[in-house]
């Protein structure tokens, strides 16, 4: 009797471990779909706010671009870092242009899309939270590894060609 009890219960170890790694390669499928459909916008920065500083208007020439998989970061920065990043670069702030990493989209209210990726630099290592509405505004959230977090409003605007 425990003989086959045990081989009840390996059998069931079996088809459980068939199942997670069914689920996995379905999770892989839909992050490799998620990757060919990445968003294309453009958002302008009007405010910028920070930990330290408050909130502070900023000049119209700071944005926001995701191309397919590049992300152009032209943004201020104002805060302070927590550690010293171990590169001999010169430092650039929240002005780059990288791949982007763990991209996520999703739509937690019926106007609001919310994007969700990350970019690393020689610098450092950056997650951003990007919330688009209809009506064209926009929300950046930008944390990092090593500098205080800092938050942008903005609005979508067209690409220019």
Known sequence: MKSFTMSILLMAGALTSCGVQQKAVATKQAETTETADLDTLRIDIHNMST???????????????LRGDSLIS??????????????????????????????QR????????????????????????????????A??????????????DGESVPLPD
């Open 51 to 65: 930990l330290r500083y408050g909130t502070r208007t900023v000049t119209p020439d700071f944005f926001l671009e």
């Open 139 to 152: 929300n950046i959230r930008v944390r990092s590894m090593y500098k205080d977090p800092v938050g942008f």
């Open 74 to 103: 032209y943004l201020p920065y104002m805060g302070q870092s927590h550690g010293a990043a171990l590169t001999s670069y010169p430092a650039q702030g929240l002005n780059f242009e990288a791949r982007i990493m763990n991209y």
């Open 106 to 137: 999703n739509w937690p209210k019926p106007h609001m899309k919310r994007i969700e990726l990350d970019a690393k630099t020689q610098e450092d290592t950056y997650h951003y939270i990007i919330e688009v509405y209809d009506s064209g505004a």
